[in-house]
């Protein structure tokens, strides 16, 4: 530790004055680890570009505040890259609690998280503009995602990347997505880099840092001290890792035990809680979470919060102080669980490297229960990597924690086996950076690097191929260069050639624009192809099976038909390359579970005979029984063994795939592109084209149900923000209010007894917290509070370009007014319109959009639909009057849309799915799409684009371009 700051740090007093950015002990003598006086004394303050490669416990998060701390005070922007989404969500709140207040002026929306699970603000809104944020927290992935969006920009040179965890460029499975983002950013220049890693050798940190041009910082040494004990049948090796230096190993006779729950037993009474167990298997979590609590008395009595669906099992555990934490947890109980840990409330948990995956928590000491792993390959168990050892052990004796040392405690049934433990344990040596971009990789980083515009040719490709770490490195091994990587470049070329993602132009390549959503999306091509395939077959029979004004449809039949093809699809098998998913062995493991739905809809699914497949048909069961909200304990029924984080997390991956194929059919489906442009099934020599096209919002739709495990017209309930210490409604809530009938906005804003009634018994007291009123005034407030937030946040955007004027009219108007402030706000962007319905027209529609002037296919007939109260959204029959009128009007074939103020009723979106003339957009996503218009960053052909699909048109469907405006 040191207590004083180098000369040249050139941090500003007001970041040394702020408690959260500068330790100090005695109230006033600055606190600081070695790692983070070398990173300043090599110039971080200074704007110079770091890899700081140090242990664990170093402090490696606060120069990483440090680095954004500076760079808002030159009013540079952010981005901070993280490895998992837990680590994004923790790191989202460290920024609130540090920034919102004092760095960004209280200004929630400029600071933004982006991950697979959305992007939004730190008022939980989504977020339409995360690359233009102060600061936006990111996975990897989702961070080239937005770059490859448009193509990356030119210059980054306002921006300061803090990317922690950056090891994970060696990644066998996520590293080359890493490198290609960074090969990128290389390309387009930044202000400030700033590479975080703890498991990185001297060889890799030297070869990283050379390869981005880095000044490299290294700390062999942890701030506090980790002590590592293998017990054996002749006593025990120790190993020390010292803020002095790692000490040689010890050999000491004492016989220790190794019984497990011995060794914890051993740890409590040394006052070293609480304890991690680490365990190999999920199983193990639970087998030996349940023999540590057998017997043992309740000692607390936790009543989780209503938002928390906590099975009971794990509660039992709870009040007796132990927990087991794993991926098949759902997400609500990780996050309760973590949250009771750092309330010192847990004395052991049993844990998979869930919890060892970057996020800090005070953990005193760490038992391995194993530290060997079954290789399929090699049908062996085999010892874990040195780093995923080191990393595990070292969420021990952590800064911030109260131990004085961490203790990690392991076992070894023989002298090999303690010789293969005694290498884990050696902190003097740091497994060797693996490799992150191989030749099978280059299928999806080719497809990126044509959709984002940095290459034309094959040559072009290879040379930025070439310029990665992983090339650089397999050079240095070889001849001194990769030459032999040119033909699995052409090979995946002409892969892309052949699915219609690139075409041939002499010696030019260039991006389809299927070609261009399908890298957008993260697809495979073959993936996108499979369901187009299936469309093209079944699109027409399927129509008739969606919701209508008129029919209820067979909505639950067809998510059940698209969620099967989804786990049948190329992304979970080898088609195409490796797997970019893969589907819990549980759900396939008892065979193909009783099915109705499979067997009613066996002539309509993607493959036949669905028993061929139990992991899709299974999954499929229990993902639409998730969307219809049936409850937790039901659904763990279906499958046995399943947990909801299996559920959730195959979810994650189908709501996915369901929105890219959405985005897919959307983009490239557009009816202003030419059909040598698009991919044969989208051509309109296609006789289902237009009930393809249906299905672009449906299977968006889709989902979000799937995402939500909730049915569609239950969404908005998500977005009530309570007022009160919990600020959200949880799914089973949710759905007890949909079982009781009062799922609607108008019936549950209802004041009167009968509903007061309705609700109690709906969602009663918890904690004394009284979720009957707190909804009642939260649904009173939904519409109006996201109208205010967006209205906003577009007028201040529209001041820029002189036209908030518009953006005002659209949001206060009613009526005839509202239809005149429309059309103004559309004719600045030249779309003119004419009135049709003039006083003289009876049943007539408001107005025509006439797009056909800006050389699009036809012009559009719309309705503008208000109502005089904040709280009153337009309803069903209002939405789809524009059909009839049309027809009226003579023009019975044209796209229609209804535009409504403040809003529309949650169900709609589903009644109107068979509507394939229909479009439904709100004033807020309108308004939307006209600054972004305005922006430079959408076109009108994409407006016609979004707003002709049909169904409702929301800001999430926006063509996203990372124009930085």
């Not at 049934?413 to 060797?432: P, R, Y």
């Not at 003039?838 to 050389?855: I, M, S, Y």
Request: net charge negative.
């Amino acid at each position: 530790m040191k207590t004083i700051l180098p000369d040249n740090h050139n941090l500003s007093e007001r970041l040394l004055k702020n408690p959260m950015l500068m330790p100090r002990v005695a109230g006033s003598v600055v606190s600081i680890t070695d790692a983070q006086y070398e990173a300043l004394e090599a110039g971080l303050g200074r704007g110079t570009s770091l890899l700081v490669s140090a242990p664990t416990s170093t402090g490696k998060t606060l120069i990483g505040w440090w680095a954004a701390a500076s760079a808002l005070e030159q009013n540079k922007r952010v981005v901070y890259l993280v490895s998992h989404r837990a680590l994004a969500s923790q790191k989202f709140e460290e920024i609130q609690n540090i920034f919102l207040k004092d760095w960004v002026g209280g200004d929630a929306t400029s600071l933004v998280c982006a991950t697979g699970d959305g992007i939004y603000d730190a008022t939980r809104r989504a977020s339409s503009a995360p690359l233009t944020a102060s600061i936006l927290v990111a996975t990897y992935e989702k961070y080239l995602a937005l770059m490859s969006a448009g193509g990356p920009p030119l210059d980054l040179c306002d921006v300061v990347f803090i990317c922690d965890e950056v090891q994970l460029i060696g990644d066998g499975s996520r590293g080359k997505h890493v490198e290609l983002l960074l090969s990128v950013l290389q390309r387009t220049g930044w202000h400030q880099f700033v590479g975080l890693s703890a498991v990185m050798d001297d060889e890799g940190a030297v070869q990283f840092a050379s390869w981005l041009n880095l000044t490299l910082v290294q700390t062999a040494t942890r701030e506090k001290t980790i002590r590592v004990e293998a017990r054996w049948e002749n006593g025990c090796l120790i190993a020390t890792s010292t803020p002095d230096g790692n000490e040689p190993p010890v050999q000491e006779p004492q016989i220790k035990t190794r019984e497990l729950n011995g060794m914890i037993e051993e740890l409590l009474t040394s006052g070293k809680s609480p304890v991690i167990v680490f365990c190999m298997k999920v199983d193990d979590t639970y087998e030996y979470c349940r023999r540590w609590a057998h017997g043992k008395p309740d000692s607390q009595d936790v009543q989780p919060p209503a938002d928390v669906d906590l099975d009971n099992s794990l509660l039992s555990h709870i009040n007796k102080r132990c927990v087991f934490h794993n991926a098949e947890l759902g997400d609500d109980e990780r996050g309760f669980i973590e949250s009771l840990l750092k309330q010192n409330q847990i004395d052991v948990v049993f844990a998979t490297s869930t919890l060892a995956a970057g996020v800090n928590f005070p953990l005193g000491s760490a038992v391995f229960s194993k530290w060997t792993r079954w290789n399929f390959d090699k049908k062996a168990h085999l010892p874990i990597r040195r780093d995923e050892f080191q990393n595990m052990a070292g969420r021990v004796g952590r800064m911030g924690q109260a131990a004085e040392q961490g203790t990690v405690l392991a076992t070894a049934g023989s002298a090999n086996e303690l010789n293969a433990l005694s290498e884990l344990m050696d902190f003097s040596k740091q497994a060797s950076l693996g490799v992150g971009i191989t030749p099978e990789d280059f299928g999806s980083l080719i497809l990126q690097l044509f959709a984002g515009g940095l290459c034309s040719t094959r040559e072009e490709a290879f040379l930025l191929m070439s310029s990665t770490l992983s090339a650089k490195r397999e050079a240095e091994k070889g001849n001194g260069n990769v030459e032999h990587w040119m033909p699995h470049l052409n090979a995946q070329i002409e892969r892309l050639i052949l699915t219609h993602c690139l075409i041939g132009v002499g010696e030019k390549l260039r991006i389809t624009r299927f070609g261009r959503a399908v890298a957008q999306a993260g697809l495979k091509p073959e993936s996108a192809e499979f369901f187009l395939q299936y469309l093209t077959i079944n699109s027409e029979k399927l129509t008739s099976s969606l919701p209508t004004p008129e029919n209820n449809g067979r909505d639950d039949d067809l998510l059940f038909i698209f969620v099967h093809g989804c786990l049948l699809s190329p992304e979970f098998d080898y088609t195409g390359g490796a797997p970019s998913r893969f589907i819990n062995w549980r759900l396939g493991k008892p065979g193909p579970v009783a099915n109705p739905k499979a067997e009613q809809l066996s002539e309509l699914l993607f493959e036949r005979p669905w028993v061929a497949n139990p992991n899709a048909a299974n999954g499929a069961r229990v993902l639409s029984e998730w969307a219809s909200g049936t409850p937790r304990n039901a659904l763990e029924e279906i499958v046995p063994n399943i947990r909801m984080g299996t559920v959730q997390s195959t979810a994650r991956d189908v709501s996915w795939l369901l929105f890219a194929i959405s985005q897919v059919i959307a983009s490239a489906s557009s009816l202003n592109l030419a059909d040598e442009a698009k991919h044969p099934s989208l051509q309109s020599t296609n006789p289902n084209l237009q009930f393809i096209r249906s299905f672009a919002r449906v299977l968006r739709r889709y989902s979000m149900r799937i995402a939500f495990g909730l049915p569609s017209e239950c969404h908005w309930l998500r977005e009530l923000e309570l007022n009160g210490t919990t600020k959200r409604l949880s799914r089973r809530q949710i759905i007890s209010l949909h079982q009781n009938g009062i799922s609607r906005p108008h019936l549950l804003m209802d004041g009167s007894p009968q509903y007061d009634a309705i609700r109690q018994s709906a969602i009663p007291l918890v904690n004394g917290l009284n979720y009957p009123n707190l909804v009642r005034d939260a649904a009173k407030n939904w519409k109006m509070d996201q109208r205010r937030h967006y209205q906003a946040r577009h007028i201040n955007k529209a001041k820029r370009h002189g036209c908030d004027g518009h953006i005002a009219d659209v949001y206060e108007k009613k009526g005839k007014e509202l239809e005149s402030a429309v059309s103004a706000m559309l004719h600045d962007i030249t779309v003119l319109c004419s009135v049709l319905d003039d006083g003289t027209r009876q049943a007539w529609p408001d107005l025509k959009l006439e797009f056909t002037r800006n050389g699009l296919p036809s012009d559009v007939v719309a309705e503008v639909k208000s109502k005089e109260k904040e709280t009153s959204l337009v309803p069903l029959n209002d939405a789809i009057e524009v059909l009839a009128a049309s027809e009226l009007a003579g023009m019975p074939n044209h796209p229609c849309i209804t535009i409504c103020s403040p809003g529309v009723e949650p169900s709609v979106p589903t009644s109107i799915s068979g509507c394939s003339r229909l479009g439904v957009v709100e004033v807020v996503d309108l308004a939307e799409a006209y600054l972004r218009v305005k922006d430079g960053n959408l076109t009108i052909g994409d407006l016609y684009d979004w707003l002709t699909t049909p169904g409702i048109a929301l800001t999430e469907d926006l063509p996203f371009n990372n124009t930085q405006n």
